[in-house]
């Protein structure tokens, strides 16, 4: 059977040493480059363009919602105003009506008090005029 060839430890040493060179070397050459550096380049500037697009988009969004919030508080100041007049407005029929009610009821009192007075000066005068007839003898 043939033998393989026996490398020494040395020789082992130096072929690893001479592969990470090599490797060394290509990364080397790799990185410096120029079509490397334009595609990174390329790739910064999609990135730029995609964040300032979303930059953008955000933006729009906050305005819009910004927007949103200031004619949302429009209408609740609105709504606020027009339930304060509506409640002025009952505030007053409210008062209006009672106070027409304590008119009437006032009225009313007053007409009880009166009928009341008229039934009592009517008997009053049946006794006067009985009490007269009385003494009359008739």
Do not use: C, H, W
Request: overall charge positive; cysteine-free; glycine content about 0%.
């Amino acid at each position: 059977m043939a033998r393989f060839r026996d490398n020494e430890l040395q020789d082992r040493q130096s072929n690893a040493n001479a592969a990470r060179k090599a490797l060394l070397e290509k990364f080397k050459t790799a990185v410096t480059d120029p079509a490397l550096e334009e595609r990174r380049a390329a790739l910064e500037a999609e990135r730029l363009a995609r964040k300032a697009e979303r930059d953008a988009i955000r933006a729009k969004r906050e305005a819009e919602a910004a927007e949103k919030a200031r004619i949302e508080a429009e209408a609740a100041e609105k709504a606020r105003r027009e339930a304060e007049a509506i409640a002025a407005r009952e505030a007053a029929e409210r008062a209006e009506r009672e106070a027409r009610e304590a008119e009437e009821r006032a009225a009313a009192e007053a007409a009880l008090k009166a009928e009341q007075k008229a039934a009592r000066d009517a008997r009053y005068a049946a006794r006067k005029a009985a009490k007269k007839e009385r003494r009359r003898g008739y």
